[in-house]
């Protein structure tokens, strides 16, 4: 089952725009981590933020962390026509099976 | 590039068939996990490999199997095809160690069931 909810399911923007996507989670959780997936391909890792973190910066990339309301947000700044993809977010809860329940997902349209 | 591969890139076949996915691990990582993932929605968690055991399990049932070899490199094997297993299969790998479980994705095999 999905862990929780991705806001908002799509989203259009002009390049040059910021994006923020937000994630809802039910459980409690050791990391998060956000994902970019073009056209239905394979998973690419972009940044994770640890449970004790709140905020964490990869270039463009903003990720904030609430675990008081389960809730995470990615920022994309000046966003490009290459952003273009879906952005899930996905916990991973420090069990002993390592795996990954994912949201389902924010489908970003950047327009040039 | 995340350097996991697999395939083949997409897949025709009929219910009631079986069908072998394949995945090749990244270099240095003993851990493969196997993720479903349907039209429209996130990737589900089937199975996770880790020395060639199986280390957890997601909801799916026991026609779903996989293997994981010495090399890690590994398989996902689907008998019994039913129309709902058309989805995008991926396979990621990780290396275990403490907290961190970063896993990289292959690009994917899409299977379609007719």
């Known amino acids: 089952s999905q862990q929780g909810e991705e806001d908002p399911q799509a989203l259009s923007i002009q390049e040059g725009e910021n994006a923020t996507m937000n994630c809802s989670y039910k459980?409690?959780?050791?990391?998060l981590q956000w994902y970019r997936q073009n056209s239905g391909r394979g998973l690419v890792h972009l940044i994770l933020i640890r449970s004790n973190e709140r905020e964490k910066h990869s270039g463009r990339l903003r990720v904030t962390l609430d675990t008081s309301k389960k809730s995470s947000s990615l920022l994309i700044t000046a966003s490009r026509a290459a952003d273009t993809a879906s952005y899930f977010c996905a916990t991973y809860n420090g069990g002993a099976t390592n795996k990954l329940i994912f949201g389902t997902g924010t489908l970003l349209a950047v327009q040039p | 590039e995340t350097g996991v591969t697999q395939s083949p890139t997409h897949l025709i076949k009929t219910r009631g068939q079986q069908v072998t996915l394949r995945c090749s691990s990244q270099?240095?990582?003993?851990?493969v996990s196997w993720y479903q993932q349907a039209l429209g929605q996130g990737p589900q968690f089937i199975f996770q490999?880790?020395?060639?055991?199986?280390?957890g399990r997601g909801n799916f049932p026991p026609r779903f199997s996989g293997l994981q070899f010495p090399n890690y490199s590994s398989e996902l094997n689907v008998n019994a095809l039913e129309l709902d297993d058309s989805a995008l299969y991926l396979c990621a790998s990780s290396l275990r160690r403490s907290n961190l479980y970063e896993q990289y994705f292959g690009p994917g095999t899409r299977l379609t069931v007719t």
């Open positions: 270099s240095g990582h003993n851990t």
């Open positions: 459980t409690s959780i050791n990391n």
């Open positions: 490999y880790y020395r060639e055991e199986e280390n």
